[in-house]
């Protein structure tokens, strides 16, 4: 049998979603690589793997919660490696910006002896929307560890294009792309330009990060994603990724979209109505 499905990891979250929709209206195969979908994929169990590779010839990688996190390169070599062996051609990475754990990642990737495309990324503006800032939001009050630290924060839709395209033209083989959005913005400022676009009030508080670990204790989140987000708000948010790149522009020939076209469709489309 020819192998043809495209497998999506990570494939109902927020870039997963948005490629699964634009090669499903393209008519590509596309299979759904999620603990909820069936057969179920889950990186937490190995067992569950050969079944979402079956007959599959190219994989977007999107590994959960970050390739940061404990454990993420062991599996990440153990999942290409697997993949490489079922007949797996090509190999697409979701990277994070400024993680030496995830440059870990990329390196397995592009050494796997599959097509690969690195995509690198800052962070989306979809946390806001679709992520751990939604609540906040809604609630009037944001309230975040992060300093005056600028980044530039890049939109979910321009990396699911980026990842279409590395699936299905040849021309992106061999290519990093770090993709980031237009202009570097603080947090206040993206509240602010949320504000203005939602017509909603929102103040944003900065916090000390010993406040900020109690309140997500007090949330009741689990103390590896606590220990994760803490991560990201020291060691990555120091300033490191504080720079525009050009990746959206070499992926797509086009500019990136700005956090307030981002701002101002999510509240078109009701994501801080309720
Ligand atoms: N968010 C950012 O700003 C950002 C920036 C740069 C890089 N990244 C990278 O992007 C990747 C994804 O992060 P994200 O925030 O965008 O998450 P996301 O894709 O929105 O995460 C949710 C997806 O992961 C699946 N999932 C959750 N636990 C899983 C498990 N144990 N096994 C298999 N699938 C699982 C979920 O489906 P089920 O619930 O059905 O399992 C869902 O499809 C991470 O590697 C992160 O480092 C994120």
Redesign the pocket.
């Known amino acids: 049998m020819t192998a043809q499905t495209t497998l999506i990891?990570?494939?109902?979250?927020?870039?997963?979603?948005r490629i699964v929709e634009q090669l499903t209206a393209r008519k590509v195969p596309v299979r759904?690589?999620?603990?909820?979908?069936a057969p179920s994929?889950?990186?937490?169990n190995r067992g569950t793997w050969p079944a979402a590779l079956a007959n599959v010839n190219a994989v977007y990688i999107?590994?959960?919660?970050?390739?940061?996190a404990p454990g993420?390169t062991d599996a990440i070599r153990a999942f290409t490696e697997l993949a490489v062996r079922s007949g797996v051609r090509r190999l697409v990475l979701?990277?994070?910006?400024g993680?030496p754990e995830?440059q870990r990642c990329e390196e397995i990737v592009m050494s796997s002896g599959a097509q690969w495309t690195v995509l690198r990324?800052?962070?989306?503006n979809?946390?806001f929307s679709?992520?751990y800032l939604l609540e906040p939001i809604l609630a009037g009050e944001v309230a975040l560890p992060a300093s005056n630290v600028v980044e530039p924060f890049v939109d979910?839709d321009d990396i699911a294009d980026a990842a279409v395209a590395a699936l299905t033209d040849d021309k992106h083989v061999g290519q990093l792309y770090e993709l980031t959005g237009p202009k570097l913005l603080t947090f206040a400022e993206a509240i602010g330009e949320i504000a203005r676009a939602s017509g909603r009030e929102i103040r944003y508080v900065r916090i000390s990060m010993d406040d900020y670990v109690a309140a997500l204790e007090q949330a009741q989140l689990p103390a590896d994603l606590i220990a994760l987000i803490k991560y990201l708000f020291t060691e990555v948010l120091d300033g490191r990724n504080a720079y525009v790149t050009d990746g959206v522009e070499r992926a797509l020939g086009r500019a990136p979209t700005e956090f307030g076209d981002y701002a101002r469709r999510a509240a078109a489309s009701g994501a801080w109505s309720s």
């Open positions: 990891l990570g494939g109902t979250g927020k870039t997963g979603r759904i690589g999620s603990r909820s979908a994929f889950d990186w937490e999107s590994y959960y919660p970050d390739l940061a993420a979701l990277s994070g910006r993680e995830a990324c800052s962070w989306f979809q946390n679709e992520n979910a």
